[in-house]
């Protein structure tokens, strides 16, 4: 079945530890998104990308940055992990001219704890 | 500034029985579509129901339904005979066609008692 995927499910890391965060898909979508969800608040947008070539900042890109290795895969890292960075990392992907355009289809979530 | 309200920050119903969660959003948008979300404890981001802006009737998906009032900037969302299976955050993201993006509240804690 088509779907959106995230590894890993749960990463504990150190401060100032690069991390990697990886989402593959295979739905077919050019669109493809990452978010932060942080306790008691809705999700914030990171990073996105409309296809292999073009990616642009969210609302909090400080300290990210992504990588779209192909349309079925957008990594996101973080260069140097602080504990601030604690979160539920989420990838989505969406497609127009679908006739379910702006609709987002979520990975299950990435747990990321700095020490 | 694009924000979504959504003033329930939890809200609690008896099996079986009907719950309405309240959403207002504000944008300068004229075109965009609106959505709600649930995130059971899994934590995975299900769809629930969509609206598009442009329509007049309201949604509805088996037991869920929306109530659109456009000019008020208002999309709730009701539940109908509500199953333990329906506890969860519940988030009401618009969808702009300006920039795809969805614009996100808090959420609304939904708790169901057996």
């Known amino acids: 079945d088509a779907d959106v995927t995230q590894t890993p499910r749960n990463r504990i890391t150190k401060t100032g530890k690069r991390i990697m965060l990886e989402c593959s898909q295979t739905?077919?979508?050019?669109?493809m998104y990452w978010y932060r969800q942080d306790p008691g608040l809705g999700l914030r947008l990171i990073y996105y990308s409309f296809d292999v070539k073009d990616i642009n900042k969210g609302e909090i890109s400080d300290g990210y940055s992504v990588s779209r290795q192909a349309q079925a895969k957008f990594s996101l890292s973080l260069e140097s992990a602080i504990p601030n960075q604690t979160a539920l990392y989420f990838c989505a992907t969406s497609e127009p001219g679908t006739g379910r355009e702006n609709e987002q289809f979520f990975g299950p979530g990435t747990r990321l704890t700095v020490l | 500034a694009q924000t979504v309200t959504q003033s329930q920050p939890e809200m609690s119903v008896q099996e079986a029985e009907t719950v309405t969660l309240s959403c207002t959003y504000d944008t300068s948008e004229s075109d965009y579509y609106l959505f709600w979300y649930k995130q059971p404890p899994s934590r995975q981001m299900i769809l629930v129901i969509r609206?598009?802006?442009?329509k007049q009737q309201n949604a509805t998906e088996n037991r869920f339904s929306v109530n659109f009032q456009k000019a008020a900037k208002s999309f709730s969302l009701k539940i109908s005979d509500s199953q333990l299976g329906d506890a969860a955050m519940y988030f009401c993201p618009p969808g702009l066609y300006s920039n795809y993006q969805l614009i996100w509240g808090a959420g609304t804690k939904l708790i169901i008692k057996p």
């Open positions: 609206q598009e802006a442009y």
């Open positions: 739905k077919g979508h050019d669109r």
